[in-house]
């Protein structure tokens, strides 16, 4: 896949998690310090979210209906705040808001 190609599943796929509620502003501004720093092959963010599982299988039927369910992963996390390595400090930015909180990891597939 092109590299413009996948930059625009990356924000298709955030800015849809974002308008339905699963990624929190925090992680809108994490996403967009990304594209402005070409770091859109960053694939792993923590976003906290008061959603059910059904609405996060809604979400994923969306996505899937748009040919994108396949490049999303969501799982449940309680963020810990311990990383390594520099994508991880991007992660633990959002995580250690929510310290405790369960919350779930996004994966954003190539």
Do not use: C
């Not at 070409?38 to 979210?49: K, N, S, Y």
């Not at 299988?57 to 799982?75: D, F, P």
């Amino acid at each position: 896949m092109r590299r413009n190609k996948k930059i625009q599943h990356f924000v298709e796929i955030a800015t849809m998690l974002t308008e339905e509620g699963v990624l929190t502003l925090h992680a809108s501004l994490v996403i967009a310090y990304l594209m402005e720093h070409e770091q859109a092959l960053m694939r792993e963010m923590i976003a906290h979210t008061d959603l059910s599982r059904r609405g996060l299988e809604k979400i994923l039927a969306n996505l899937a209906s748009k040919g994108l369910a396949e490049k999303v992963q969501i799982e449940e996390t309680i963020p810990e705040g311990n990383t390594s390595g520099r994508g991880d400090r991007i992660a633990w930015r959002l995580s250690s808001t929510f310290k405790g909180q369960l919350g779930y990891r996004i994966n954003l597939m190539k």
